[in-house]
């Protein structure tokens, strides 16, 4: 199903979209980054900080790093503007790819237990589904975002995976 290799494609991938999106976002005020769009946590930037958050609380259950300590009601508000988000999203990104650098066959094995905001409850869940999730939960969190960037007219960098750049 998924192994090492795929693990460091993905947060390759993640963070190459992560940078691409950036270039675009850097060209935005304020106010375009906060206003309200419909978006799951309201904004671009509420978004781009839920998603910053979401993969924090999976690299905690899965690198055993600290947790973000921001209450789940709170991650639209996690970093107060885009130079901060951009910080965090470059830590973030280099510890998912250290993670994914430093698996083993076994780590990707077996459960974890974890409450899950999505569900509201506790939950076991098998490791590779919750990797599957977080790779998943990235690119769909992103392309929301990228919808309304598109819809604003913003030109937008390719996402196709056969187009990331070697590192």
Not at 97 to 111: I, K
């Amino acid at each position: 199903m998924i192994d090492r290799a795929y693990c460091r494609i993905m947060t390759r991938y993640n963070a190459w979209q992560n940078r691409s999106l950036w270039d675009v976002l850097e060209t935005l005020d304020a106010a375009d980054l906060t206003a309200d769009r419909g978006l799951p946590q309201g904004s671009v930037l509420g978004t781009l900080n839920h998603l910053l958050w979401l993969d924090q609380m999976w690299l905690s259950r899965l690198f055993r790093v600290k947790a973000p300590q921001v209450a789940p009601d709170a991650t639209a508000q996690l970093t107060p503007t885009l130079p901060a988000w951009w910080a965090e999203r470059f830590r973030a990104d280099g510890a998912l790819r250290m993670w994914a650098d430093t698996l083993s066959s076994l780590d990707l094995h077996g459960e974890i237990s974890f409450w899950s905001l999505s569900h509201q409850g506790d939950v076991i869940v098998p490791r590779k589904i919750c990797v599957l999730h977080m790779f998943t939960q990235q690119t769909d969190l992103r392309a929301q975002v990228r919808l309304v960037l598109a819809q604003d007219g913003h030109a937008l960098p390719p996402t196709a995976l056969f187009l990331m750049p070697d590192d």
